[in-house]
Every structure is written in C-alpha cells, then in structure tokens.
C-alpha cells in the first residue's frame, strides 16, 4: 500500500514551500500523530494545492484562495489506491467533495478520502479537547497503518466519536450539596439575679416643717417653734398652744440675710406685740 497521503490548501508565509505541511500546520499534525516532525515527513506524502504562498485578503483572516487553480492541481493528482486527508472544506471542494463531513471516508478517484478540519491556528473548532482528541485518535491511526492494513478503522471511530459529541450534550456532574452544619447547642440560659432593692427614701419632711427652726435655737422658750408656712409667711408657735402668722412687711430683704435673721427680727417684733 501506498504511503497516505495529506493535502493542506498553501505554503504559509513561514514555511518551506519545497517541504509541503512542514510548518506550524505540520508540527501540529506530527504530534497528534504520536510522531516527530522528522517522522511525521518521511511517513506520509504531503502536497499543498497552491505555490507559492498567496498572502492575506484584505479585511479577512487566513490565506487568499484561487479555488479554480486548486480544482486544477486536485484534478492532476493521482489518489488511487491511496489514503488520503484533506486538510479542510477548501481542499474537499477543489476535490469535487460538497458539504464535506468530518471524518466521513468517501471514495473518490479510487482513492479512500476523509476530510478533517484545517489545522490552522484561526480555527476555533480546535479550542475545545474533545475535538483535538478526536484527530489524535484519527491521526494515530492512519500513521500507524501497514500494507495489510486500511484506514477504515481509524476513521470510523474518528467519525463516529465526531458525530457523538455533537448530537449527545456533555453532561455535567452536579456538585454534592454540601452538608449542613451541626447544630450548636444553645447555652442554657443564666437566671437572672435579682437585682437588689434600694433602700426606702426617707420620707421628707412635712413641707410646714421644711424651714422649721427651733426656738430654744434662738431665744428663751417662749417661742415653740418657727415653721415656714409659704414663701411670704412664717408662723410663729408659742409654748402655750397659741400660734401667730406674720409677712415680713417693714423689713426689706436686703437687710435680712436668711431666714434664719429674719426669723430672730420677727420674734422681737412678736414679744413687743405680747407686751
């Protein structure tokens, strides 16, 4: 059996154009192949559609296409009895290969082909591992091919790994609910001391007796006591059960200090009443 064969689109703008799929496309393709780039070289056949590298379009990413060029050089390449790997829809069209599905071996020119994604680095199809596990297993397989052997099996498990992924959703596992705290015991509750009672007040003296001066504090005992009745009359009690209610008229406060002096003044004025 012939070596398998792979077709990229263009030389990039790094690349040998004299080594086909030697440059970051290739080193890709040499990995998920299990290879060295070396290997990777000297186990398939690599032809690029276009020559040199046609550069940028304006406004775009990836490399300019002349599909009509491609279809010609496709055309005057000689697959039969060979493996093949068309490195994107690009190639599959100029190929003849409409609505190419990845992965899917087709016959074409009495060669056995399969299309998968261009390795470029602008394709985001790439970004997800499944995928990029996907082309290692298919990769693998065709690289390790023999003369008895055929890429049937590398690519319908390729093919129907490809299909898997996209009709079954990942299922995501839920995470474990978390586990409730233990609960705390509450502290049992402290009784209350009982606050101590405060002292009864004294009981306050009768207002009558509020400003109260005794007599015998002040003359004699003739005079029982002096009680303050209201704020502009003092009365006077004597020993004998007789009492008497005087204002201070006739004695300006400014030359009484206190009631006390006030009191001493009136009890004068009282006895000479008495005489």
């Known amino acids: 059996m012939k070596k398998p064969l792979i077709v990229g689109e263009a030389p990039s703008a790094t690349s040998d154009p004299l080594v086909p799929?030697?440059?970051?496309?290739?080193?890709?393709?040499?990995?998920?192949?299990?290879?060295?780039?070396?290997?990777?070289?000297?186990?398939?056949?690599?032809?690029?559609?276009?020559?040199?590298?046609?550069?940028?379009p304006e406004g775009a990413k990836g490399t300019s296409w002349d599909a009509e060029k491609a279809r010609g050089v496709a055309a005057a390449i000689d697959v039969k009895d060979r493996i093949v790997v068309l490195l994107g829809k690009r190639v599959a069209e100029a190929f003849g290969i409409e609505d190419a599905e990845y992965f899917?071996?087709?016959?074409?020119?009495?060669?056995?082909?399969?299309?998968?994604?261009?390795?470029?680095?602008?394709?985001?199809?790439?970004?997800?591992w499944r995928n990029v596990a996907i082309v290692k297993k298919f990769m693998t397989g065709v690289a390790s091919l023999s003369e008895d052997q055929d890429m049937n099996s590398a690519a319908l498990a390729a093919h129907k790994k490809e299909k898997a992924t996209k009709a079954a959703p990942v299922k995501v596992a839920k995470p474990e609910k978390a586990s409730k705290p233990e609960k705390v015991a509450k502290p049992e509750k402290v009784a209350a001391v009982p606050k101590a009672k405060r002292a009864p007040k004294e009981p306050k003296e009768p207002k009558e007796k509020r400003n109260l001066l005794r007599a015998d504090a002040v003359v004699g005992g003739a005079v029982k006591s002096i009680v303050s009745v209201s704020r502009r009359v003092i009365r006077f009690e004597f020993v004998d059960g007789t009492f008497l209610d005087l204002k201070p008229t006739g004695y300006p406060k400014a030359k009484v200090s206190g009631v006390r002096d006030l009191a001493l003044a009136w009890f004068r004025k009282i006895v000479e009443v008495k005489e």
């Open 104 to 128: 899917a071996e087709t016959e074409t020119g009495g060669g056995r082909v399969v299309v998968i994604p261009h390795p470029s680095g602008i394709n985001q199809w790439y970004n997800k």
């Open 21 to 56: 799929i030697s440059g970051e496309c290739g080193k890709k393709l040499a990995r998920w192949s299990g290879l060295s780039l070396d290997a990777f070289l000297e186990r398939f056949v690599r032809v690029n559609l276009l020559q040199p590298y046609p550069g940028k």
